[in-house]
């Protein structure tokens, strides 16, 4: 398996523009997690999905932050509109089961610049 | 709310010496314990799980303690390398007794530079 794929690897906009953040899972984990990593902190758990069903969304900072997992394979995080405290390295990561003994499997991650 | 603390100075070695880091957390007792290591441009990737009723892990020159009654894991480096060098991360899973769910909550890392 090729792990967990995100896309683009970076991307630089400019505030007020729409940025979609991509994610394919590693086929067979039925989890999905965005994180967002800043310096200030840390990385924070944004949104949680179960089987393609969002179960904590806890983490999303505000209503310009959307998430969605249509299918097993494929999951976006949507910022519109976006503005500079945006700024931060995104992870997708995934996991075959949530038991506190499961490991979680990171992509690369994608570095938003909002300018 | 949960806390976890791990030292935030970065931590300077000298090649051959034993690197320790520290991870200490409040206001819940965790079964587990993660370590991730994560290098730079690169999401992190798990090391080891400890579980509470092991008092220490090891994995080739990794190990891992975990002190229940102190509220502290530390990680070990053993014969540290310049290899060695990048951040790493401790995790432990909350139970979320709302949704019935485990969540893993991350520290911020600490930083390690091995130096020849």
């Known amino acids: 398996d090729a792990g967990v794929i995100q896309s683009p690897r970076h991307e630089v906009t400019e505030m007020g523009q729409e940025v979609t953040l991509r994610c394919k899972p590693i086929?067979?984990?039925?989890?999905l997690f965005w994180y967002r990593q800043t310096m200030m902190r840390g990385l924070e758990l944004l949104i949680y999905?179960?089987?393609?069903?969002?179960?904590?969304d806890s983490g999303m900072p505000e209503d310009r932050f959307s998430a969605k997992m249509p299918n097993a394979s494929f999951s976006t995080l949507k910022i519109q509109p976006s503005e500079p405290r945006d700024s931060a390295v995104y992870f997708c990561?995934?996991?075959?089961?949530?038991?506190?003994?499961?490991?979680?499997?990171f992509g690369p991650g994608t570095r938003l610049t909002v300018l | 709310s949960q806390k976890i603390e791990q030292n935030s100075e970065a931590l300077n070695i000298q090649e051959g010496k034993t690197a320790t880091l520290t991870c200490n957390y409040t206001n819940y007792s965790p079964a587990y314990l993660q370590w991730y290591r994560q290098d730079p441009g690169r999401g992190p990737v798990f090391l080891l799980l400890?579980?509470?009723?092991?008092k220490e892990k090891r994995k080739e020159r990794l190990k891992v303690t975990f002190d229940t009654t102190l509220k502290q894991s530390l990680f070990h480096i053993t014969a540290s390398q310049p290899a060695d060098s990048a951040t790493y991360l401790c995790?432990?899973?909350?139970?979320?007794?709302?949704?019935?769910?485990?969540?893993?909550?991350f520290g911020a890392g600490t930083r390690l530079a091995v130096h020849p």
């Open positions: 400890i579980r509470e009723n092991e």
């Open positions: 999905f179960n089987n393609n069903v969002p179960i904590d």
């Open positions: 086929s067979g984990h039925d989890y």
């Open positions: 995790a432990l899973p909350v139970w979320m007794f709302s949704g019935g769910y485990n969540k893993l909550i």
């Open positions: 990561a995934s996991s075959l089961a949530d038991r506190p003994y499961n490991e979680q499997f």
